[in-house]
C-alpha cells in the first residue's frame, strides 16, 4: 500500500524535547542555546553552517535532507551532503558573477530543491535572501524588487516570462536574473542558473558572518505605506534550531512536513532552516493544496511531525474525518499549527481524525521565530496560542501617555507585547528606521497584536490592533491593494477591509467609489476585479468590490476602513468624531 519513508518506519515515538516547560524555562539561555550550535571560529557564524555544513563529518551527511515530491512523478531524495554541493555550486556561481556580501538575492519561484539551494547557497556566500511568495502578481514582485533592490532575481522562466520581463528594464537595481527549473529558452537578460550551476564546483568555503549581519530580508505589510522589509540576521539561526526543537519537537529521526511556502516566513524559519540545523528530513511538495495528496503525503511519507496552517486545516475538516480515515496516519507524533487563530474545534479534530491534536503557535514576520506555544509535554489549551517558549517573555501591555503598562487582569485585553531582545528579532525595516523605532517603547517590542494571558500563562489571540488582514494565513496591507484598484480609470476613492470567511480566516473586501461619468454596474464589477487579480495576484486580490457613492473618511482625508469594516459586519461603530461631516 505504501513505500515506506525515506527514513523507513518511524518506530517509537521518542519522549518529547520539552517534558518540563517551567523547569528548561527556569535554566534557560541564549547563550547557551547558541552552544548547541557549532559556529564558526571568532565568534563567527552562517546559518548555512548551521543547517548543512555542520552535519557533512557526522552521519548526518547522508541522511535524507530533503525528499521532493515533484507535481508528477517520483519523489527525489537529497542528502545533507548533496543538498550542501548544490548551495555551494550556488554560492560559487553568486561569486562568479561579482556577488558580494550584503548584496541581497531574491528567490521568485515555487517549491523546488533549486529553490532551496539558492537561499542556503546565498547564505553561504554572505548574501541576504528574500523569498517572495511566486503566486504574487506583478504588482507585488515590483514594489518588492523596488524597496529591496536586489542585485540578483531568482525565478523560473515561466514567471519571469509573465510577471517580470514587462518592468525588471525600469529597475536599476537587479542587474542579473537567474532562471532555475527547465529552460527553454534564457530570454535575454537572463541566465540559465542549472547549466551555470553545472559549470561551478561543489566545493565552496562557507563565510563566516558577524552575528548581526543581515542574512534574511522578509517582507510584511502593514496598515499604510509600502510593504515593510524586516531585517534578520546570522544570530536569528539560534533561536530558529531552538524553536524548532522546543515548540515543534524536532528530533534527528523525524520525517517532517511544514506546508508553507518559503515565500513566507514560516517556510523560511521552519521550511529550510530549523528542519536542516535539527538534522530532519524534509518532505518538501511542489503541488499546492489538494486534501488527497495531502493525506497520501503523510500516509507514504510516514510523516511523523507536521507544522501547517488553520485554512488548510479547515478545509480537510470541511470534508469530513471519511478521507482521513482512508490513511493510515499513525506515524504521526506531533502536529503544530500557525498563522492565524485556530479554533478549539480543530485542535479536537486533530485528535479525534489524525490521531493527534494540534499545538498552535504564535509569532510574525518581524519575531523571526516561534514565541509563544502550545509545547510538546505541556497540557493544550485548546483556542489558546500557548505560553512563551523558553527565552521569551510575553506580556500583555496597555499604551499610556508615556510609554506602556503591563496588563495584570487576566480578564484584561491588551497589545501583545515581547521583551527584547531575542535572536531572531527583526533588526529594522529596511530604509524605515523611524517605522522600526516607534514598535519599541522601552525594553518591549509592541507586536500590533491584541491579546490576553489567562491565569496560568496561556495566552489567547483576539484579533489585530490595525486594519491588516490575514487571509489564509497571509498578511494582507490594504493600502496596498487600495493602490492597484485606485489605478483604475474609473475608480475615485478605494478602501479594503477584512471580512470573516469560514475556510480562509478572513476575504479581501474593496469598497470603491468612481469618478464622475462611471456607472457602478456589473460589467465594471468585474472588470476592477479583473485587474486586481491580474496586478495582485489570487493571494491578494479582493474577492469581492462593493461599490459606494463615497467612503468613510477622517476629518484629515483618511478612508476609515474601520468604520467600513463596523457598517459591513453590524459591529459598533465606535468613536466617529473624527469622520469628515461628523457623525452620518
Ligand atoms: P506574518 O508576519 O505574516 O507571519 O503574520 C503574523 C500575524 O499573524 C500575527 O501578528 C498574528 O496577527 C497572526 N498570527 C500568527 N500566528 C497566530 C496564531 N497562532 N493565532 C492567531 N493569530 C496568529
Not at 271 to 294: Q, S
Not at 309 to 323: E, H
Not at 534 to 563: D, H, N, Y
Amino acid at each position: 500500500m505504501r513505500s515506506p519513508g525515506p527514513q523507513g518506519p518511524a518506530g517509537e515515538a521518542p519522549p518529547p524535547a520539552l517534558t518540563d516547560h517551567d523547569a528548561v524555562r527556569a535554566t534557560f539561555s541564549w547563550r547557551q542555546a547558541r552552544e548547541q550550535l557549532a559556529g564558526l571560529p571568532g565568534g563567527r557564524l552562517n546559518i548555512a553552517h548551521e543547517a548543512l555544513d555542520r552535519h557533512l563529518g557526522t552521519p548526518t551527511a547522508e541522511r535524507i535532507a530533503m525528499r521532493f515530491l515533484p507535481r508528477q512523478g517520483e519523489p527525489v531524495d537529497i542528502s545533507y551532503r548533496a543538498l550542501a554541493e548544490r548551495a555551494n555550486r550556488f554560492a560559487n556561481l553568486l561569486a562568479a558573477l561579482g556577488v558580494k556580501p550584503g548584496d541581497r538575492v531574491y528567490g521568485i519561484a515555487h517549491r523546488t530543491p533549486d529553490l532551496y539551494a539558492a537561499a542556503l547557497g546565498t547564505l553561504k556566500h554572505g548574501g541576504v535572501f528574500t523569498p517572495l511568495f511566486s503566486a504574487f502578481g506583478p504588482e507585488p514582485i515590483r514594489s518588492r524588487v523596488e524597496i529591496g533592490e536586489p542585485v540578483v532575481l531568482v525565478t523560473t522562466e515561466r514567471l519571469y516570462r509573465r510577471k517580470i520581463a514587462d518592468w525588471i528594464g525600469e529597475t536599476p537595481s537587479a542587474q542579473r536574473v537567474l532562471l532555475i527549473g527547465e529552460v527553454a529558452e534564457a530570454p535575454p537578460g537572463t541566465l540559465d542558473a542549472g547549466q551555470a550551476m553545472s559549470e561551478q564546483s561543489p566545493d565552496y568555503a562557507t563565510r563566516p558572518m558577524a552575528p548581526e549581519d543581515p542574512a534574511l530580508l522578509h517582507f510584511t505589510s502593514g496598515t499604510t505605506g509600502r510593504p515593510k522589509g524586516a531585517i534578520h540576521v546570522h544570530e536569528a539561526v539560534v533561536a530558529h534550531h531552538v524553536t524548532g526543537r522546543y515548540a515543534l519537537d524536532l528530533q534527528p529521526r523525524d520525517i517532517y512536513w511544514c506546508t508553507a511556502d518559503p515565500g513566507w516566513v514560516t517556510g523560511t524559519s521552519y521550511g529550510i532552516i530549523a528542519p536542516l540545523t535539527n538534522g530532519v528530513t524534509m518532505v518538501v511538495d511542489e503541488e499546492e493544496f489538494d486534501a488527497e495528496r495531502w493525506y497520501r503525503i503523510l500516509e507514504q511519507e510516514r510523516v511523523t511531525v507536521w507544522y501547517t496552517a488553520p485554512t488548510a486545516i479547515r478545509m480537510l475538516m470541511k470534508l469530513g474525518p471519511a478521507l482521513a480515515r482512508r490513511h493510515d496516519l499513525s506515524a504521526l507524533r506531533f502536529l503544530a499549527s500557525v498563522g492565524e487563530p485556530l479554533n478549539p474545534e480543530a485542535v479536537h479534530w486533530g485528535r479525534a481524525t489524525l490521531g493527534r491534536p494540534f499545538h498552535d503557535n504564535w509569532w510574525q514576520t518581524e519575531t523571526g521565530g516561534i514565541m509563544i506555544a502550545n509545547v510538546a509535554g505541556m497540557p493544550i489549551k485548546p483556542g489558546s496560542m500557548g505560553r512563551p517558549v523558553p527565552g521569551i517573555e510575553a506580556a500583555v501591555a496597555r499604551r499610556t501617555d508615556d510609554g506602556i503598562e503591563l496588563v495584570k487582569d487576566p480578564a484584561e485585553t491588551g497589545e501583545l507585547a515581547l521583551k527584547t531582545p531575542w535572536p531572531s528579532m527583526f533588526r529594522g525595516y529596511l530604509h524605515e528606521e523611524a517605522r522600526y523605532r516607534k514598535c519599541f517603547v522601552g525594553d518591549w517590542y509592541l507586536t500590533g497584536d491584541l491579546a490576553r494571558r489567562d491565569e496560568d500563562g496561556y495566552f489567547w489571540f483576539i484579533g489585530r490592533a490595525d486594519d491588516v488582514i490575514k487571509s489564509s494565513g497571509h498578511l494582507i496591507g490594504p493600502f496596498e491593494v487600495e493602490s492597484v484598484l485606485m489605478e483604475h480609470p474609473a475608480v475615485a476613492e478605494a478602501g479594503v477591509i477584512g471580512v470573516p470567511d469560514e475556510v480562509a480566516g478572513e476575504t479581501v473586501k474593496a469598497f470603491v467609489s468612481l469618478k464622475p461619468g462611471h456607472a457602478p454596474d456589473e460589467a465594471l464589477r468585474r472588470e476592477i476585479l479583473g485587474l486586481a487579480r491580474k496586478r495582485l495576484g489570487p493571494a491578494v486580490a479582493p474577492r469581492q468590490v462593493e461599490f459606494r457613492e463615497r467612503l468613510p473618511r477622517t476629518r484629515s482625508g483618511k478612508i476609515m476602513r474601520r468604520l467600513l469594516r463596523a457598517r459591513e459586519l453590524g459591529l459598533p461603530e465606535g468613536d466617529t468624531s473624527t469622520l469628515e461631516g461628523g457623525r452620518e
